[in-house]
């Protein structure tokens, strides 16, 4: 009867982190570039059970091992392609197919994200709305218009004509300003992308199951391409969230309701001892 208690206790505790891991991704329906989260559970086997597997003593043909009840096994990410949706903003950047934009933090280490939403801080650097830099960064004069990049991720710009440069020009010759190159961004891709850790703020960190980063330029050794004045859409599917948000919650409450059977029945059998 204990052992039925902590099952339907693991259940109770597997539900609630999952009811929190949809509201998470419901949350994030409007977050650039996030992917939606899927959380998976496994058996909590017996002790029995576990001793005679490792003895090599697997359970007969159409017998069931004992179980002790649920518990959080990982939680999976779909990496599929958000929408894209214009923006007309120069600084917004999409990646279509494979990659990551590498963000260096405060703390000196190298991050990863797909939100493409950038700045520019004090001394015309690329950065992210949180102040962090954006590798490798981008040479951008001042004042520019009409960015451009191209497929292999060389950004242009349009640039202000210096007051010597229009002394030199001829009369009848344009002056609205010199396309300069500034330079490339930078995309990185992973062996398994699904291993990679969250530390939030849409950032991702390396892991030992992400395997090394492996760095390049858009169009090259399988990364996608990156579109200024887009960004990536979230792809949670609030239908798809909002049925697994149901199914959650009904589980939680079966299991609210077998611990206060099972917890009801020993409180009779007691009195009746």
């Known amino acids: 009867m204990t052992f039925s208690l902590d099952s339907a206790k693991s259940g109770i505790s597997a539900q609630q982190r999952n009811l929190e891991l949809i509201a998470n991704n419901l949350a994030n329906v409007n977050t650039t570039g996030y992917k939606a989260a899927q959380m998976h559970f496994q058996d909590i086997l017996d002790a029995s059970e576990i001793l ?116 030199a020009l001829p009369p009848d010759a344009p002056r609205d300003g010199i396309r300069v190159d500034v330079g490339r961004i930078g995309l990185t891709r992973f062996v398994n992308p699904g291993g990679l850790e969250s530390i939030g703020e849409n950032l991702f960190q390396v892991t030992p199951e992400s395997q090394e980063p492996i760095d390049g330029f858009p169009g090259e050794d399988g990364l996608g391409e990156v579109l200024s004045g887009w960004l990536e859409s979230s792809n949670v599917d609030i239908a798809t969230e909002m049925t697994s948000l149901v199914l959650a919650q009904r589980a939680y409450q079966l299991n609210i309701v077998a611990y206060q059977t099972l917890e009801q029945m020993l409180t009779d059998a007691n009195q009746l001892v």
């Open 52 to 167: 005679d597997v490792l003895n090599g003593q697997a359970p007969a043909d159409g017998e069931l091992s004992a179980s002790s009840g649920v518990q959080v096994a990982g939680v999976s990410r779909d990496l599929a392609q958000g929408a894209l949706r214009p923006t007309d903003r120069q600084l917004d950047f999409a990646i279509v197919g494979t990659g990551y934009f590498r963000i260096r933090l405060d703390t000196g280490a190298t991050a990863y994200s797909r939100d493409g939403v950038f700045a520019l801080d004090g001394d015309n650097n690329l950065v992210t709305l949180s102040g962090d830099f954006v590798e490798p960064g981008l040479d951008l004069p001042i004042d520019f218009s009409e960015m451009r990049i191209s497929a292999d991720g060389t950004v242009t710009v349009m640039r202000p004509q210096t007051q010597e440069e229009l002394d």
